[in-house]
């Protein structure tokens, strides 16, 4: 069974959009936190564009790092409009700029009566912050030392 997760990169500044990640699977938080720190790793990594311009803003760096490092994954990986518009999630992790991440677990609590077919039944998202911090400590936190790079 696949744990599915979105990752929302904060956008700073007035016109300036959030840009959300639904990927398909790995999403629980060793496997999310391992993503967000290679995508850093890789948008770290990017070299200058054909005029010797970098990319500026520290979050889109970390979306084109999320979406070409060859590390992550590319199967079941896609741009979406909001975290909000998938059902399935088992958490979605947001991260301002290159070096902050909040992570949130999602979980369905059945509402109604119990007897009815699991498809009549109706169930209630509870959504709930488990961790805030730099990339850095969600990675000593969640990610085996033997994975880290």
């Excluded at 790995?26 to 948008?43: E, F, Q, R, T, V």
């Excluded at 311009?53 to 590319?74: L, Q, R, W």
């Excluded at 677990?105 to 961790?131: A, M, P």
Aim: hydrophobic residues 30%.
């Amino acid at each position: 069974m696949s744990t599915r997760a979105c990752y929302v990169f904060k956008q700073s500044g007035p016109y300036r959009k959030d840009i959300t990640i639904y990927k398909h699977h790995d999403g629980y938080p060793a496997g999310g936190i391992s993503w967000i720190k290679a995508a850093k790793d890789y948008g770290d990594q990017l070299p200058a564009d054909e005029f010797g311009e970098n990319i500026d803003y520290p979050s889109d760096k970390m979306v084109t790092g999320f979406m070409a490092c060859p590390s992550i994954t590319h199967q079941a990986k896609m741009f979406t409009d909001d975290y909000k518009n998938h059902g399935d999630l088992s958490y979605h992790y947001e991260i301002t700029d290159d070096n902050y991440v909040e992570v949130f677990s999602h979980n369905y609590v059945l509402v109604g009566e119990e007897q009815k077919s699991l498809l009549d039944n109706e169930y209630e998202e509870k959504v709930e912050l488990i961790f805030s911090g730099s990339i850095d400590e969600a990675v000593k936190k969640y990610v085996p030392a033997e994975e880290v790079a």
